[in-house]
Nanobody, 115 residues
Framework: QVQLVESGGGLVQPGGSLSLSCLASGSTIRFATMDWYRQAPGKQRELIAAITSGGSLNYADSVKGRFTISRDNGKNTVWLQMNSLKPEDTAVYYC?????????WGQGTQVTVSS
């Protein structure tokens, strides 16, 4: 059973930065693609960043050039560095892992971008 716990959300002004972390337990993330999703009020959950076990990266156009996903398999942790934040980045951010045919999600962390 994999458990994912996100942290690092909060309130930030437009143009500011936040760093989210996702700590996995119950299984190694070493061989898995790790993703970050977000869900804004009234909208569907969307994939914004992914990092494969080999380190390949993929970003949604809406965050490309501003967000950076990274991982440390030894620490079983994935990070999302968010720079140049905009009000439209306001959402609950979720860490995701697919393993053994199952989808695992964290509880989410709220990010609010507002002046």
């Amino acid at each position: 059973q994999v458990q994912l716990v996100e942290s690092g959300g909060g309130l930030v002004q437009p143009g500011g930065s936040l760093s989210l972390s996702c700590l996995a337990s119950g299984s190694t993330i070493r061989f898995a693609t790790m993703d970050w999703y977000r869900q804004a009020p009234g909208k569907q959950r969307e994939l914004i960043a992914a990092i494969t076990s080999g380190g390949s990266l993929n970003y949604a156009d809406s965050v490309k050039g501003r967000f950076t996903i990274s991982r440390d398999n030894g620490k079983n942790t994935v990070w999302l560095q968010m720079n140049s934040l905009k009000p439209e980045d306001t959402a609950v951010y979720y860490c995701h892992l697919r393993s053994g045919g199952y989808d695992y999600w964290g509880q989410g962390t709220q990010v609010t971008v507002s002046s």
